[in-house]
């Protein structure tokens, strides 16, 4: 018998290590549901998030999922007889569509403001909050509105409105912007004195100095910003459909009501709920 020389050996060594591996990490297989609607894991609606960011998603201290838009996503899945699950992933993935379009979740729901931009590499669904952004600060701290930060430092998420509106206005203010990954280094940079202020979603500043001593709110921006569950452009109708019946109707018979008393701890506005 002819010996196969060792350079052939190491390959088809290295090949079948190869599809070892890959049939050991091969993922659950979707399915496509007889209303149409596909997923990505058998039996799972499967949600992308960002976290942290509470009140919208965040975890207790059992490492479960928990805010506004995971009960959201709780009635879709309830909807659809299948149980949910949730991904924690960089928000640069989820707003891109990279994300979907790739199969690593059926939808993202993450405080996701719907933009033009944003429109054309992803689908939205019906708004189901509307929000603004907000100035934090340090309590004791002189600033009043975003101009009193001239030739000082301002933060804010990358990839955000938050990030934009804090651009859009550095002529104006006179400050340089340091953009962060994600909200907990934001929070971060502010208490360690790397940023005098820091730029984000309203309602994540709102419920942060209603639990965190030290802070405040210094200033609103109406900025007319809604919410939406988004999921990949084109590719999944019949789910999209299926989510903008659950908050349509989660609107209409209390459901929607209870979810914004539990986590924003104030009564939805009407405008939130027609």
Not at 24 to 52: D, F, I, M, Q, R
Not at 54 to 69: A, L, N, R, V, Y
Not at 70 to 98: C, H, Q, W, Y
Request: with cysteine; aromatic share 8%; glycine share 10%.
């Amino acid at each position: 018998m002819p010996m196969t020389p060792r350079p052939v050996v190491r390959l088809l060594a290295l090949a079948l290590a190869v599809l070892t591996v890959t049939a050991c990490t091969k993922t659950s297989p979707g399915e496509t549901l007889p209303n149409g609607v596909k997923l990505v894991s058998k039996g799972v609606l499967t949600a992308c998030t960002h976290l942290p960011a509470p009140p919208f998603e965040s975890k207790d201290s059992t490492g479960k999922f928990i805010g506004f838009d995971m009960d959201l996503v709780d009635l879709i899945a309830k909807k659809l007889n299948l149980r949910s699950t949730f991904i924690d992933t960089p928000f640069e993935g989820i707003r891109s569509g990279s994300d979907l379009r790739t199969g690593k979740c059926d939808l993202a729901a993450t405080g996701i403001t719907i933009t033009p931009e944003r429109r054309a590499a992803l689908d939205f669904s019906v708004p189901y909050f509307d929000d603004a952004q907000g100035l934090l600060v340090k309590a004791g701290t002189p600033y009043q509105k975003i101009g009193d930060l001239h030739g000082k430092k301002v933060g804010a998420q990358s990839g955000t409105t938050g990030l934009d509106y804090a651009k859009a206005h550095t002529k104006a203010g006179g400050y340089t912007v340091v953009e962060y990954q994600d909200i907990a280094t934001l929070q971060q940079a502010l208490a360690t004195g790397q940023i005098d202020g820091a730029v984000a979603d309203l309602s994540v500043w709102t419920d942060f100095v209603k639990h965190t001593p030290g802070y405040r709110v210094a200033s609103t921006f109406t900025t007319g910003e809604q919410y939406g569950i988004a999921l990949a452009k084109g590719v999944n109708p019949r789910l999209l459909s299926v989510v903008n019946e659950v908050i349509t109707g989660a609107k209409h018979d209390g459901a929607y009501a209870a979810i914004y008393q539990k986590w924003i701890g104030t009564q939805a506005p009407a405008s939130a709920q027609n």
